[in-house]
């Protein structure tokens, strides 16, 4: 939930983040953290079933954007990828969140951020280590406005 608060200020629109994690592993709680920092006070729910969950959000670094979540975990192969459509959601107006980004990784590109959750044992009890990466400027200019983040 911290992570995603932090990560909510430090968006901008056109962003594109790969959330890696095997199930339960936090990848939508982050989602939930996210919106929850944006003010959003519905029901947050992972798009397991429904493969997108869509949010009209004001972030404060890039305004009114539409940020969509994505979950493509029931994806068999790429071609259910073009068959649903999603293209049109990367754009300029946007910021998108991919849960199992490998299901589609010959359509989908390259992302500015990814964050990979890996859940273990930590001092006795179940924990979670998380790992952000930048693999463009966009995602290195949010990696830097994470890490310089005053929110806890």
Known sequence: MQLGARLAQALQANTTVFLQGD????????????????????????????LLESYA???????????????LYRFNDEEEW???????????????LV???????????????????TVKMMAGSLGR??????????GKQCLQAISNSSVC
């Not at 849960?99 to 390259?110: I, M, R, S, V, Y």
């Open 57 to 71: 959000v004001h972030l404060p670094a890039a305004g009114k954007v539409n940020l969509y979540h994505f979950d």
């Open 82 to 96: 073009e068959s649903a459509g999603f293209r049109e959601h990367f754009n300029a107006d946007s910021v998108c």
């Open 99 to 117: 849960e199992w980004p490998d299901k589609a990784k010959n359509c989908l590109g390259e992302p500015d951020l990814e964050i990979a959750f």
């Open 23 to 50: 199930l339960g592993a936090g990848k939508t709680t982050l989602v939930r953290g996210l919106l929850t920092a944006l003010g959003y006070v519905g029901k947050v729910k992972s798009p397991t079933y429904t």
């Open 129 to 138: 280590t998380v790992r952000l990466s930048a693999h463009t400027l966009l």
